[in-house]
């Protein structure tokens, strides 16, 4: 029989150490993950699809499980005394834990649903959380206590509502992957020591942006497209799945790299997805898997972020293919 997630923090907690507080906060990301996947797996019949008809502080119309789900998530890490603030994609500022529950000692950031256009038509979508040392433990934190690199997470991972509800998580020990099993709702340990391949032959773009994007990503992506007979020497195959959960999850399983790169069409951003609630956990997954994530210039995890919805240019996975196309943006 395979470990439970309850059994693996224990061993955990007498084996590194584990904080049993950070233990805690963990378990309610899983009772969290958990009851937004059922809800997926309801979809229409629990009446959680279409628009909520509201805007997030990104400038998106919410989806009603984009609602939901931060509201579980929300909802279920106050509960858990382990927290001084919480931020979500979904909510504008720094989000305090309800007066009468405890504060901790840690933060948390979160993306309560990844993938928010593949919701309606029933395609992979995920949670994603990253935690963050409190600089003040229990006292309520305000958005600046949050701007911190993501070097100093010790806890990321994220959840995917694909055919099976995985839970993938890391500690800075490596990276480990749980499945619940419906039967019984419990997350059961299903794969440890996940890494990622050096070098790769599949690559993750949204190529309908080719045109807006910067030239050592250009000539980076017209060198894969060249195939055998072009300077890589070999064919490359391509995925878009649209859900960053999803693309990081087959790269942790199969290898290959993501990219999101930063677009000409606004310079004032430096990229589509967010720093602390996407990039970040993604990243250290993929360092602890032996990977590499950069933003083209420097490691993400580096990015010492001035605001909380701070966006960024992500390329994670294979470490060889990182390199390569970080190297193409320093030569330029
Ligand atoms: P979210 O649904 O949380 O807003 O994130 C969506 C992100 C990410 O998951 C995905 O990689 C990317 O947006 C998809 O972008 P395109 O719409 O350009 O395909
Ligand atoms: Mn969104
Ligand atoms: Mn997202
Ligand atoms: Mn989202």
């Given at each position: 029989m395979s470990m439970s997630l309850h059994q693996y923090l224990?061993?955990?907690?007498?084996?590194?150490?584990?904080?049993?507080?950070?233990?805690?906060?963990?378990?309610?990301?899983?009772?969290?993950?958990?009851?937004?996947?059922?809800?997926?797996?309801?979809?229409?019949?629990?009446?959680?699809?279409?628009?909520?008809?509201?805007?997030?502080?990104?400038?998106?119309?919410?989806?009603?499980?984009?609602?939901?789900?931060?509201?579980?998530?929300?909802?279920?890490?106050?509960?858990?005394?382990?927290?001084?603030?919480?931020?979500?994609?979904?909510?504008?500022?720094?989000?305090?834990?309800?007066?009468?529950?405890?504060?901790?000692?840690?933060?948390?950031?979160?993306?309560?649903?990844?993938?928010?256009?593949?919701?309606?038509?029933?395609?992979?979508?995920?949670?994603?959380?990253?935690?963050?040392?409190?600089?003040?433990?229990?006292?309520?934190?305000?958005?600046?206590?949050?701007?911190?690199?993501?070097?100093?997470?010790?806890?990321?991972?994220?959840?995917?509502?694909?055919?099976?509800?995985?839970?993938?998580l890391t500690f800075g020990r490596g990276v480990v992957m749980f499945t619940l099993d419906p039967t019984t709702g419990t997350f059961l340990l299903t794969q440890e020591n996940v890494s990622v391949a050096r070098e790769a032959k599949e690559f993750a773009i949204n190529c309908s942006n080719m045109r807006h994007w910067e030239a050592p990503v250009k000539r980076y992506i017209a060198e894969l497209l060249e195939g055998k007979t072009g300077v890589r020497g070999k064919d490359f195959n391509m995925r878009w799945i649209a859900a960053m959960v999803a693309e990081v999850h087959r790269i942790l399983q199969r290898g290959g790299i993501f990219m999101y790169p930063r677009d000409h069409r606004d310079l004032s951003k430096p990229g589509k997805l967010r720093l602390m609630y996407e990039a970040n956990p993604m990243a250290m997954l993929m360092e602890n898997a032996g990977g590499a994530a950069t933003t083209g210039r420097m490691p993400i995890l580096d990015v010492v972020p001035q605001k909380i919805h701070e966006r960024v240019a992500v390329f994670l996975g294979a470490a060889d293919e990182v390199e390569l196309v970080t190297g193409y943006h320093r030569e330029a």
């Amino acid at each position: 029989m395979s470990m439970s997630l309850h059994q693996y923090l224990a061993r955990e907690e007498s084996l590194h150490d584990l904080d049993p507080v950070l233990s805690r906060l963990i378990v309610s990301v899983s009772e969290a993950c958990k009851e937004i996947s059922f809800k997926v797996r309801n979809g229409a019949l629990a009446g959680v699809l279409g628009l909520a008809g509201t805007e997030n502080v990104q400038g998106e119309d919410q989806k009603k499980l984009d609602v939901i789900s931060n509201d579980i998530f929300v909802d279920a890490v106050a509960r858990s005394g382990s927290v001084c603030g919480m931020v979500s994609e979904e909510i504008d500022h720094v989000m305090s834990v309800p007066e009468e529950l405890p504060l901790g000692p840690y933060l948390i950031c979160f993306d309560p649903l990844d993938g928010s256009s593949n919701i309606d038509i029933n395609v992979s979508i995920g949670s994603i959380f990253s935690v963050l040392p409190a600089v003040r433990p229990k006292r309520v934190a305000a958005d600046e206590d949050f701007l911190m690199s993501g070097r100093n997470q010790v806890a990321a991972g994220y959840c995917m509502y694909g055919p099976q509800t995985q839970l993938v998580l890391t500690f800075g020990r490596g990276v480990v992957m749980f499945t619940l099993d419906p039967t019984t709702g419990t997350f059961l340990l299903t794969q440890e020591n996940v890494s990622v391949a050096r070098e790769a032959k599949e690559f993750a773009i949204n190529c309908s942006n080719m045109r807006h994007w910067e030239a050592p990503v250009k000539r980076y992506i017209a060198e894969l497209l060249e195939g055998k007979t072009g300077v890589r020497g070999k064919d490359f195959n391509m995925r878009w799945i649209a859900a960053m959960v999803a693309e990081v999850h087959r790269i942790l399983q199969r290898g290959g790299i993501f990219m999101y790169p930063r677009d000409h069409r606004d310079l004032s951003k430096p990229g589509k997805l967010r720093l602390m609630y996407e990039a970040n956990p993604m990243a250290m997954l993929m360092e602890n898997a032996g990977g590499a994530a950069t933003t083209g210039r420097m490691p993400i995890l580096d990015v010492v972020p001035q605001k909380i919805h701070e966006r960024v240019a992500v390329f994670l996975g294979a470490a060889d293919e990182v390199e390569l196309v970080t190297g193409y943006h320093r030569e330029a």
